[in-house]
């Protein structure tokens, strides 16, 4: 019974955070095509992808503390409103910029999706229990790097790349009407009433100041900023320079983030056995040391799709370890201002990711090596903070109902 409660969760709350990922990942197909349609270049066309980015990381900051303040489902219907309205513009749009500033109200909207169900994980439980949760989450959300580009590819072949828009909203009404059927508030009255802008800014004051808590936050960021750099990229690399048809490109796509959904539902059982931190410490390492070898391959002159698959293919598993169990770890002690937490660390994780983006947009040619070297490192820096000390201030391995 419990197991199917868990399962339940899992599933409301992964879709719940899915809808935002899967405007980014059905897009991904469209943008050689979007770039031709709207006379843009591909830095001005990834500029969709990264103000997309900065604001589902900025928006996930207001939505935290509200969460605290009105109850988890407030902020959430909120925000897939305002998801689904910015959607429906970007499918009317007719110049890039204006796509730009849609993509980015459009990122707000899913800023909630992204904040909120990690807050619902922390009021539901901690430790162990909470990275089983948070990988069955996990499972489901990664759905979305699996069919999004795949569905993505259908609809851009028969109704073009506004198509991508229309269906994102439908996804987002689906959402709703999930949300009002199946989720229960987990937010009490009494702890609301604790909450309020004030507490927010203290609370967000705290957490800054909490290193061990932005340790965490910035090892999981920087693990996920190799993905940031691989989504905004990897279509004009595996599309224009190697030729792939955008539906072999969803295929490749899918088989990379496989691996991230497998290697994640391992997290509880390998966090149970060899401690979360070793967990932490041991996913990092083997990340780094793929990314560097696909780094490696590529500044020597190499160019074989098959490498940068198959390598890749290897990163995200670490990736998929290194996720949840950084965020279980990071909001562990944190659980009277989980909103705040979450927020603060999806903000973190998705500015790091767009800053990576940016920067990898200024070398980037239709050329593996600019993508690999912002991939590898951003595995490279959570190699240098994971060797500081990850062990908690106290343990909180019981479970809170």
């Known amino acids: 019974m419990r197991s199917k409660s868990f399962f339940k969760m899992a599933i409301v709350l992964g879709l719940l955070s899915a809808i935002g990922p899967f405007a980014i990942d059905m897009y991904l197909p469209a943008l050689p095509s979007i770039g031709s349609s709207l006379q843009a270049d591909i830095g001005t066309v990834q500029m969709s992808l990264t103000s997309f980015f900065l604001a589902l990381g900025a928006g996930q900051l207001l939505y935290g503390p509200l969460s605290d303040m009105f109850g988890r489902k407030s902020p959430l219907y909120a925000g897939l409103l305002l998801f689904a309205l910015a959607s429906v513009g970007c499918a009317l749009v007719n110049d890039i910029h204006t796509l730009v500033l849609l993509r980015f109200i459009q990122g707000l909207g899913a800023a909630a999706g992204m904040a909120i169900p990690r807050a619902v994980v922390r009021d539901l439980h901690t430790g162990t229990d909470a990275a089983r949760l948070m990988s069955l989450l996990m499972l489901v959300f990664s759905v979305s790097p699996i069919l999004a580009p795949l569905v993505g590819s259908a609809v851009i072949t028969f109704a073009g790349w ?172 944190h659980g009277e201002n989980a909103g705040t937490a979450s927020a603060l660390m999806g903000t973190l994780q998705m500015l790091t990711g767009a800053a990576m983006v940016a920067v990898v947009g200024i070398f980037t040619n239709g050329r593996p090596l600019p993508m690999v070297s912002g991939m590898a490192a951003g595995a490279v820096i959570a190699l240098l903070l994971v060797t500081r000390d990850l062990t908690p201030k106290y343990n909180t391995e019981q479970n809170v109902k």
């Open 162 to 333: 506004r198509g991508v828009f229309w269906a994102v909203t439908f996804a987002a009404i689906i959402g709703l009407i999930m949300m009002a059927k199946l989720l229960n508030e987990t937010r009490p009255k009494s702890d609301r009433s604790k909450s309020s802008l004030t507490s927010a800014l203290s609370a967000y004051k705290l957490l800054l100041l909490d290193r061990h808590f932005l340790l965490l936050v910035f090892i999981g960021s920087f693990s996920m900023a190799g993905f940031f750099t691989y989504l905004a990229n990897s279509s004009f690399v595996m599309i224009s320079h190697y030729g792939l048809s955008p539906t072999v490109y969803s295929i490749s796509f899918g088989i990379n983030a496989a691996s991230f959904i497998a290697s994640a539902q391992f997290t509880a059982t390998l966090g149970k056995r060899f401690g979360m931190v070793k967990l932490v410490k041991g996913a990092v390492i083997g990340c780094a040391m793929a990314t560097l070898t696909m780094f490696a391959y590529f500044a020597a002159g190499g160019d074989n799709i098959w490498m940068l698959i198959l390598l890749y293919f290897v990163a995200s598993a670490f990736m998929g370890l290194i996720i949840p169990t950084t965020s279980v770890l990071a909001l562990d002690q």
